[in-house]
């Protein structure tokens, strides 16, 4: 009886639902309806989706207009150049991955996407082929999916020169920037992803100011030379391999004035093979991490310059001898130093110089990673400290460290 009367509900439900949807006004004539150049104000209440735009237009709904996807592909496309859509709802969009279903698909050029709601939607903002777009003020919330089946918070593919400003995002997979160099992406907010931001063959990108919190690698760069990563707060990269920043093979970058805290990792990089791939790594905070640096390549050659280095378990790690003394280490801050400064000068009398020891162990050989930081491999690392049976590798020296 019970199971009975919980299925007429469900029932009742679904067709209530369906009636509505079978209601409401289709978005598509309005807009068929809507001469070029012209402003459509949508009034409160729920427009059918999914539907195309083809010529420039204004469509502005004032928060009140909610365009319902129905789970069918994607909620709104853009087929023209020079549309503005301000204070829209759009909810509800297909689950295909092949088909890239989104809230919003954009093509052509000179577009403003400002102020608008994203819900329930598998991919929110998708950008083909896009140049000089302004995607700001936005709110996205993805489908409520597991890590793997979710989409793109945005995605911009072979598009230029687009400014993607103060927007926030909420439960989607990546910001990805794929083969689209010349954007600007800034004072965005993240969590709950897989990567903040996912960057390939995308050179000349501007990353400033964004906030990614919870996400199992906050900013990963790829194959993408000259790179500005710049005052963005990075915090709880901590998954497996997470990392705060990944820069690989991409020269000429600049990693400068970021907060990076409670991260796997909080900056991982390869080595570069000549001085013009080096990067810069200026005036950074690591804090509370589990590894600050960490470098993968065979060589070195990055410069790292006035970096607060705070609390955390290991500072440096390599996975081959020779990385890390590469390096140019200038005037940075390590809460490790045992030095003075007896003339008060904010400036170490002796250089900071850091040392591997029985560490090397679980740096050069994966395998006993699991065993990093046991009693057996601390007491292993005091003993070689204390009465060392083979050479320690120096790892980094800093001839000037700023006093903590």
Not at 218 to 234: F, K, M, Q
Not at 310 to 330: D, F, I, K, M, R
Request: some cysteine.
């Amino acid at each position: 009886m019970q199971r009975a009367a919980w299925f007429g509900l469900a029932l009742v439900c679904t067709l209530a639902i369906a009636s509505a949807s079978a209601s409401a006004p289709s978005l598509q004539a309005l807009i068929d309806a809507t001469p070029r150049g012209a402003t459509l104000r949508l009034a409160p209440g729920v427009y059918a989706g999914p539907a195309t735009i083809r010529v420039p237009i204004v469509v502005e709904g004032e928060h009140q207009a909610v365009i319902q996807g129905n789970g069918r592909g994607t909620v709104l496309s853009v087929e023209a150049d020079g549309v503005t859509l301000r204070g829209l709802r759009l909810q509800g969009s297909g689950d295909s991955h092949d088909g890239v279903d989104a809230g919003l698909l954009l093509q052509g050029n000179g577009h403003v996407v400002e102020d608008n709601d994203f819900e329930d939607v598998l991919f929110g903002i998708h950008l083909k082929a896009v140049n000089r777009a302004l995607i700001k003020g936005n709110r996205v919330t993805g489908k409520a999916l597991s890590m793997g089946l979710r989409g793109d918070a945005i995605r911009l593919w072979n598009s230029h020169d687009n400014r993607v400003e103060d927007n926030t995002f909420v439960r989607a997979r990546d910001i990805t920037l794929a083969n689209s160099p010349h954007n600007r992406i800034t004072g965005n907010r993240f969590t709950d992803g897989r990567y903040g931001m996912h960057l390939i063959f995308s050179p000349h990108l501007h990353i400033e100011g964004n906030t990614l919190t919870h996400t199992g690698t906050g900013i990963v760069g790829l194959y993408s030379a000259d790179l500005t990563i710049r005052n963005n707060h990075i915090a709880h990269a901590l998954t497996d391999g997470g990392a705060g920043i990944v820069v690989k093979e991409s020269p000429g970058s600049r990693v400068e004035y970021n907060q990076i805290l409670h991260c796997g990792v909080g900056l991982k990089a390869d080595a570069s093979l000549d001085a013009g791939n080096a990067l810069v790594v200026r005036g950074n905070q690591f804090a509370h991490n589990i590894i600050a640096l960490f470098f993968y390549g065979e060589v070195g050659g990055h410069q790292f310059i006035d970096n607060r280095f705070e609390n955390n378990l290991t500072t440096v790690a390599v996975s081959a001898p020779g990385v890390a003394s590469a390096n140019l280490w200038q005037d940075n801050t390590w809460d490790e130093y045992q030095g003075f400064d007896r003339n008060h000068d904010g400036v170490g009398d002796t250089a900071h110089e850091l040392f591997l020891f029985a560490d090397r162990i679980w740096m050069e050989t994966p395998m006993a990673t699991f065993f990093r930081n046991s009693p057996a491999l601390e007491m292993l690392d005091f003993l070689e400290r204390l009465a060392p049976f083979s050479s320690p590798y120096r790892l980094l020296r800093d001839p000037a460290p700023r006093m903590h």
